[in-house]
């Protein structure tokens, strides 16, 4: 929020920004935290060589006496801004002071719970840093929920002019912002503002309001408890739960992206499992021979296999197939296996010389099964590509081997002529 009555925002400053508010709390006097918070944004980090650079004609209108607003739209816009703030509107103020965070969001949800009004908004302007832009300081008097004395304040706003000439409040400026960095801040405001908040007018007003909130908490015990015991307990605990909010939504966060790696993970291997599946073909054991965990010689012995086994391949992998040993992948020698004459399951037919019929050149053919398209008119040979059910070939040439040559995409290779009809 931008509401700056010194003890109420003493506590939430002292909450969200934690020990370095209560070592400088001396600062935090009265109702003017608005003051306080520019002094410790501003005036340690603006030096003269920064101030110098700013535009002279932007700092001579700083510099002049305020003036009392009277642009309607701008009394319409602040106004709206402690209507919805009082609600707890944060829809309504997401549209007309932006941007605001969720960690703002959610302290306003909390601290418009105590409070009733904004009441006797007193609106003071100078020139931004552009035409269309405004600093704006307003005085202000907070009505807390059961509280009969209203606590009086200084309140600030930068507002700007949009690309469709309509005002708002660049809340990048406001105070939750400046006290805990969410939104970078653009250097020139910044030091205008610390040429601002130097200004003798403004330091008479802050006296004037740090005066009136001494006498109220003065003249009201329950303003004076309110603001010096149960808000700052609430803003405690409100920071405490707010933590506690962003940790669980953080480790949900990393669980569901866990969970969705899993799951792709899972995906992937079922794919790959099902492809190898699709492109396995057979062979038989031609010699006893070591099974191997990786297609390297030297890795674990899972144990041998007998000649004469029949065998189910998944794939090369240098001079290893990768094939089923009970139920498991694991891994051969190819110099132990003679393919067998039904090579590919995908080819579903017998790798000898068939008696189909060849088919025309140019002949666009559509797959009703997924096929392994070849580097030679062999079974064994390397594979090209694999096209899919409900894709189409290319017949570039038929030969009486009982292949034939297609064209996929832009690549070309072999496919048994039979799998074509």
């Known amino acids: 929020m931008n509401f700056q009555d010194l003890k109420t925002k003493i506590k939430n400053i002292a909450i969200v920004c934690g020990d370095f508010v209560f070592k400088y709390r001396r600062y935090f006097l009265a109702g003017c935290i608005f003051i306080a918070m520019m002094l410790v944004l501003f005036l340690g980090t603006t030096s003269k060589e920064q101030t110098e650079k700013l535009n002279t004609k932007s700092t001579a209108n700083v510099t002049k006496e305020f003036k009392k607003n009277k642009n309607t739209e701008l009394n319409a816009l602040i106004n709206d801004?402690?209507?919805?703030?009082?609600?707890?509107?944060?829809?309504?103020l997401a549209s007309i002071a932006t941007p605001i965070s969720d960690q703002?969001?959610?302290?306003i949800k909390f601290y418009s719970q105590y409070i009733d009004s904004f009441n006797n908004i007193e609106i003071y302007t100078k020139q931004g840093l552009n035409a269309g832009s405004y600093l704006v300081t307003t005085e202000v008097e907070l009505k807390y929920a059961n509280i009969d004395t209203p606590a009086p304040g200084l309140d600030f706003f930068y507002v700007e002019t949009n690309d469709d000439g309509k005002l708002f409040i660049n809340n990048i400026y406001g105070s939750f912002n400046q006290n805990n960095n969410i939104y970078e801040m653009d250097s020139e405001v910044s030091d205008?503002?610390?040429v601002f908040i130097r200004q003798q007018d403004l330091l008479d007003m802050e006296a004037d309001i740090q005066d009136a909130y001494t006498k109220a908490l003065e003249s009201d015990?329950?303003?004076n408890t309110f603001m010096n015991e149960t808000l700052p307990a609430a803003h405690a605990q409100w920071h405490t739960d707010y933590d506690a909010e962003v940790a669980a939504a953080e480790e949900a966060a990393k669980k569901a992206e866990e969970e969705a790696a899993a799951e792709a993970e899972a995906e992937a291997k079922k794919q790959a499992e099902t492809e190898e599946e699709a492109n396995s073909y057979?062979?038989?054991?031609?010699?006893?021979a070591n099974v191997r965990e990786a297609?390297?010689?030297?890795?674990?012995?899972?144990?041998?296999?007998?000649?004469?086994?029949?065998?189910?391949?998944?794939?090369?992998?240098g001079d290893f197939y990768k094939f089923d040993y009970d139920g498991k992948k694991a891994y051969i020698t190819k110099d132990a296996v003679t393919l067998d004459s039904e090579a590919n399951s995908e080819d579903t037919a017998e790798e000898e010389t068939t008696n189909a019929s060849a088919i025309a050149e140019g002949t666009e053919v559509t797959l009703s099964s997924t096929i392994n398209i070849r580097s030679q008119m062999d079974s064994s040979?390397?594979?090209?590509?694999?096209?899919?059910?409900?894709?189409?070939?290319?017949?570039?040439?038929?030969?009486?081997?009982?292949?034939?040559?297609v064209k996929y995409g832009k690549k070309e290779g072999y496919i048994r002529t039979d799998l074509l009809h």
């Not at 057979?282 to 006893?288: E, H, L």
């Open 81 to 92: 801004y402690y209507v919805a703030y009082a609600d707890g509107n944060t829809d309504t």
């Open 104 to 107: 703002e969001i959610s302290y």
């Open 192 to 194: 205008l503002i610390g």
């Open 221 to 223: 015990s329950a303003l």
């Open 282 to 288: 057979s062979g038989k054991i031609n010699s006893k």
């Open 295 to 317: 297609a390297d010689k030297n890795s674990n012995r899972l144990g041998s296999i007998e000649k004469g086994t029949a065998i189910k391949i998944y794939g090369e992998e």
């Open 381 to 405: 040979s390397s594979k090209v590509a694999v096209a899919y059910a409900g894709e189409k070939v290319t017949v570039v040439m038929s030969y009486a081997e009982g292949w034939t040559k």
